[in-house]
């Protein structure tokens, strides 16, 4: 019998599977990108912008600004550095 907490954890990885795939497919996207030589901040600010205009537009203004206010304690957490370790 699948139980709704099962079906919760296979959601879960569900997404996370496409958090993955979605992080690679931007990665080669921002590598093109300098590639043509587009420096990273515009990238950034474009990646970002463009995201923030998909969800307002799917979700509406309080998911981005609930996101956006996550975003600072992320960094600060060291969650989009290059050197930080997984535990």
Known sequence: M????K?????EVIAQEKRIVAREMHSETFADG?????EANILADAAIATALEEMIRDQGEESALLLVDTLHDRIIA???SAERTLQ
């Open 2 to 5: 699948i139980t709704d907490e």
């Open 7 to 11: 079906i919760a954890e296979l959601d």
């Open 34 to 38: 300098m590639l043509e030589g587009i």
């Open 78 to 80: 060291g969650e989009f």
